[in-house]
């Protein structure tokens, strides 16, 4: 089965200063995609930003961007100008591009990054 | 609109309850999933609906019925919980791709914070 680790449980940055959130996983396929996903106290899971496996250019949705390093199988993501509503769980995501059996629809998450952002 | 919701925000049940979690959503998905969620924890999935046919059930105990009556709404039936239920119960949708599930992003509602007393 894949696993995504995320080896930091906690981390802190400094109202508009940038921060890098680390994302490793294990996988045999080559076909996959990568997410980021935010969990505010309001509880609600969003999604941040997503990577297709087969596109080597790195995924960028404004202040958001990720480092994808296929062959070292890591997805970090860079939050730029951190603000206080980016204080949350942050959770790195697989999920595989091939739909067979009990994978199908599976997404695989880490433990989650706890994000705390100071004024 | 991207938007799944989830009906109750909180529900408070004892142990012989029998209860049920709403999810909805008008985006067209055919694709919906139960997530149950420990504090701190990353949430762990239940059941996926493709075409309102069960399609993965995550070995969930039969105190826990899912039901997907048509293609917008989703239910969790719930019949003699344990305190050891309580958590956040997540529900998602996504489009179903070429294929299948996979290609597409899921989106989450704001979840059922659920206390089993």
């Known amino acids: 089965a894949q696993t995504v680790t995320q080896s930091q449980p906690e981390m802190s940055v400094q109202e508009a200063e940038t921060v890098t959130l680390s994302c490793t996983y294990d996988?045999?396929?080559?076909?996959?995609?990568l997410f980021w996903y935010k969990q505010p106290p309001s509880r609600q899971m969003i999604l941040v930003i997503r990577?297709?496996?087969?596109?080597?250019q790195n995924a960028t949705e404004n202040r958001f961007s990720v480092n994808f390093q296929k062959a070292a199988k890591s997805f970090s993501l860079k939050i730029s100008d951190s603000q206080l509503g980016d204080a949350a769980m942050y959770f790195c995501?697989?999920?595989?591009?091939?739909?067979?059996?009990?994978?199908?629809?599976?997404?695989?998450f880490g433990r989650g990054t706890q994000l705390t952002v100071w004024p | 609109d991207t938007e799944v919701t989830q009906t109750p925000k909180h529900l408070v049940m004892g142990m012989t309850n029998k209860k049920s979690l709403k999810c909805e959503q008008h985006m067209g998905h055919r694709a919906m999933y139960w997530y149950k969620q420990k504090a701190k924890k990353p949430p762990e999935l239940m059941f996926v609906?493709?075409?309102?046919?069960?399609?993965i059930n995550e070995s969930v105990p039969s105190r826990f019925s899912p039901e997907c009556p048509n293609s917008s709404l989703l239910n969790l039936h719930l019949h003699a919980l344990q305190p050891e239920d309580s958590a956040l119960y997540l529900c998602a949708s996504s489009q179903v791709g070429a294929r299948g599930v996979t290609k597409n992003i899921q989106y989450f509602g704001a979840g059922t914070r659920l206390s089993v007393l």
């Open positions: 995501a697989y999920r595989s591009a091939v739909a067979r059996g009990s994978t199908l629809g599976r997404l695989y």
């Open positions: 990577q297709e496996a087969y596109k080597q």
């Open positions: 996988t045999s396929e080559s076909d996959y995609y």
């Open positions: 609906y493709s075409y309102e046919k069960l399609s």
